[in-house]
């Protein structure tokens, strides 16, 4: 199984600031790489797909990019409606497989 | 685009558990469902997928044997059906809709809302 490695497990940061999570994956995925985020409540939505590309109705303010093994997602001057935990997801390779998540505090 | 699931269960360990996913919005044979598993306080473990439109299942190595995935194509419905629960099939489980972004790269683009399951004697 392709493992994700996700980092940091949790993040404190300031309203309007730019916070960054990175993802690892254990072997090559190309581009093949999803992000979601799940706020309190357990709603789970989809933000950027395919490493790079953001998902419909999605905030500008959220991007990714990397490929291969290597991967970014950041949130460019944060809201408090972003305070939730996020994960990556390689969704290629049998079977799928989610980073361990990041929970977003404001400080 | 809706994914709407059953509510919280509450079962004896041996009991069977049936979660359903039903959808709206779109034509439902032409996107799989996947099911994916959220333990208390853990992160997301993909439990597998069925083929809306062939009705084929197919289930990640921790998921053979007591699951069941299956359709009511009819009623636009989903299930996940859990035999011979275990305390550590109490959990909640979610629903979500497959989208295939090129080749064989998915993403999972929208989700029910999670069905809760308590297994206590």
């Known amino acids: 199984d392709i493992q994700m490695n996700q980092s940091p497990s949790s993040l404190s940061a300031s309203l309007g600031d730019t916070i960054t999570i990175t993802c690892h994956a254990s072997?090559?995925?190309?581009?093949?790489l999803s992000w979601y985020q799940q706020k309190p409540g357990n709603i789970l939505k989809l933000l950027i797909y395919?490493?790079?590309n953001v998902h419909t109705g999605v905030p500008s303010r959220f991007s990714g990019s990397g490929s291969g093994t290597g991967f970014t997602f950041t949130i460019s001057s944060l809201q408090p409606e972003d305070i939730a935990t996020y994960y990556c997801?390689?969704?290629?390779?049998?079977?799928?497989?989610f980073g361990g998540g990041t929970k977003l505090e404001i400080k | 685009i809706q994914l709407v699931q059953s509510g919280p269960e509450l079962k004896k360990p041996g009991e069977t558990v049936r979660i359903s996913c039903k959808a709206s919005?779109?034509?439902?044979?032409?996107?799989?469902i996947n099911w994916v598993k959220q333990a208390p306080g853990k992160g997301l473990k993909w439990m597998g997928w069925?083929?809306?439109?062939?009705?084929?299942?197919t289930y990640a190595g921790d998921f053979k044997g007591r699951f069941a995935f299956s359709l009511e194509t009819s009623a636009s419905t989903a299930y996940l059906q859990i035999n011979n629960l275990k305390n550590e099939d109490m959990t909640t489980y979610f629903c979500?809709?497959?989208?295939?972004?090129?080749?064989?790269?998915?993403?999972?683009?929208?989700w029910g809302q999670g069905t809760s399951v308590t297994v206590s004697s």
């Open positions: 069925i083929n809306t439109h062939t009705g084929e299942p």
């Open positions: 997801q390689q969704g290629q390779s049998y079977p799928s497989t």
């Open positions: 395919k490493a790079s």
């Open positions: 979500a809709r497959r989208n295939y972004y090129g080749g064989s790269y998915y993403a999972l683009d929208y």
């Open positions: 919005g779109y034509t439902f044979t032409n996107y799989g």
């Open positions: 072997q090559n995925i190309n581009v093949w």
